[in-house]
């Protein structure tokens, strides 16, 4: 599995996912106790507690609920699966 490194880059500090740059609003995938999560990866002011969005389906037509969460350094990231 992978986690996403922050580094040092040309533009200050950046996190890295399988070598390659990930940049606010990418889509990744966060692995929860249930299995693969897709979102969107947010780069914050403090670079060391970058964000996920994701959204949570609701019953009855009722739309979906935003959900927002710090990414834990070490969680298990990669890119979607084509």
Do not use: Q
Not at 18 to 41: A, K, M, P, Q, T
Not at 48 to 77: N, T, W
Request: charged letters at 25%; a positive charge; one cysteine or more.
């Amino acid at each position: 599995m992978r986690h996403m490194i922050l580094r040092e880059s040309p533009l200050g500090l950046r996190h890295y996912l399988g070598g390659r740059l990930v940049n606010g609003g990418d889509v990744i995938e966060i692995c929860f106790s249930g299995g693969w999560v897709v979102g969107r990866y947010e780069r914050t002011k403090d670079p060391a507690r970058p964000l996920f969005h994701c959204s949570i389906e609701l019953c009855e037509g009722r739309g979906v609920a935003a959900c927002v969460i710090e990414i834990p350094d070490g969680a298990m990231v990669r890119w979607p699966r084509s």
